[in-house]
């Protein structure tokens, strides 16, 4: 055991001589003139762990840095959806208000146009869920003098008339409703028929002979015969016409727009009023009440 050990001291020994003189030489010895030896060793021996060092560093920077980057993104984006959703909104209600000042604008005019013909506007607050019954209620009633079978319009046209008045409301049967009808008579022709609905959009024009000439595309207006509408009031245009026996198959787009009706105009008499129409041969007149009753003998004369 004692050999064994002296031997295991002599190898020690003579292994760090060995290790001091390399050392020694390291010192001494330049490599290429740049530098030692042993600080080419100990760079070299160094520089892996460094670069990982470094490599992992920075991909930990870069994955926390860019973290809170998508963070503070996230938030911004979101911070933007939101305001983008809240200036749709302020838009929308905006172009609502703008139609809506269109809309009263329009009805001033007309009222404005018509000063000596009494009249009430009324919001429609309310319509008939199906089509089984085509009403629509409006904020004005009896307070305002409404009564029953008062006419109803837009500055468009004719819409329908009062079967219901209350007190601070009132309920109005379209020219649509199946249970309607106005008097009416054809622009050119001055051919008088009633017009009533089919619970369709659009209205049919009844009892007109095979042989009358009815075009496409000509105007209708309210004759005045229902002692509801006054006359001369637009009630829609043509929309197809078939042969049938003995009456005619006529169909009418109305005038006013029965599907969009937001304000309306209660008629409190039956004063006729001016609309502007068009004459057959395209151009457009505005004829006055006094001249009306007129134009009306004249064109009945043979």
């Known amino acids: 055991?004692?050999?064994?050990?002296?031997?295991?001291?002599?190898?020690?020994?003579?292994?760090?001589?060995?290790?001091?003189?390399?050392?020694?030489?390291?010192?001494?010895?330049?490599?290429?003139?740049?530098?030692?030896?042993?600080?080419?060793?100990?760079?070299?021996?160094?520089?892996?762990?460094e670069r990982s060092g470094a490599w992992g560093v920075g991909r930990v920077r870069g994955v926390w840095d860019h973290y809170f980057a998508l963070r503070s993104t996230s938030r911004e984006n979101e911070a933007l959806r939101v305001e983008n959703d809240a200036l749709k909104l302020t838009i929308a209600q905006l172009?609502?208000?703008?139609?809506?000042?269109?809309?009263?604008?329009?009805?001033?005019?007309?009222?404005?146009?018509h000063a000596e013909v009494?009249?009430?506007?009324?919001?429609?607050?309310?319509?008939?869920?199906?089509?089984?019954?085509?009403?629509?209620?409006?904020?004005?009633?009896?307070?305002?003098g409404i009564k029953r079978n008062m006419a109803v319009i837009t500055p468009d046209g004719a819409v329908g008339k009062v079967i219901e008045a209350y007190r601070d409301a009132a309920q109005?049967?379209?020219?649509?409703?199946?249970?309607?009808?106005?008097?009416a008579m054809l622009v050119g022709s001055r051919v008088q028929s009633p017009v009533g609905g089919t619970g369709d959009p659009l209205l049919v024009m009844k009892y007109v002979p095979t042989d009358?000439?009815?075009?496409?595309?000509?105007?209708?207006?309210?004759?005045?015969?229902?002692?509801?509408?006054?006359?001369?009031?637009?009630?829609?245009?043509?929309?197809?016409v078939k042969p049938g026996n003995p009456f005619k198959q006529i169909r009418v787009q109305p005038a006013a727009?029965?599907?969009?009706?937001?304000?309306?105009?209660?008629l409190l008499t039956q004063t006729p009023l001016e609309f502007k129409t068009e004459t057959p041969n395209g151009t457009g007149t505005q004829p006055s009440d006094a001249n009306a009753g007129q134009a009306t003998a004249k064109s009945e004369k043979p």
């Open 118 to 144: 009494p009249m009430v506007g009324a919001r429609v607050i309310a319509a008939s869920p199906g089509n089984a019954s085509q009403t629509i209620e409006i904020d004005r009633g009896e307070r305002d």
């Open 1 to 49: 055991m004692a050999v064994i050990a002296s031997r295991h001291r002599s190898l020690a020994l003579l292994g760090g001589v060995l290790l001091a003189q390399v050392l020694l030489l390291a010192v001494q010895i330049k490599r290429d003139s740049r530098g030692r030896l042993l600080r080419v060793w100990v760079v070299t021996a160094t520089s892996p762990f």
């Open 212 to 240: 009358e000439d009815v075009k496409v595309g000509e105007k209708l207006v309210t004759s005045g015969m229902d002692k509801i509408f006054p006359r001369d009031i637009p009630l829609g245009t043509v929309a197809e």
């Open 257 to 266: 727009k029965m599907d969009r009706l937001e304000t309306v105009i209660v």
């Open 95 to 113: 172009q609502t208000k703008a139609a809506e000042a269109d809309r009263l604008a329009v009805l001033l005019n007309f009222r404005q146009a």
């Open 172 to 183: 109005v049967l379209l020219l649509t409703d199946k249970d309607s009808g106005a008097g």
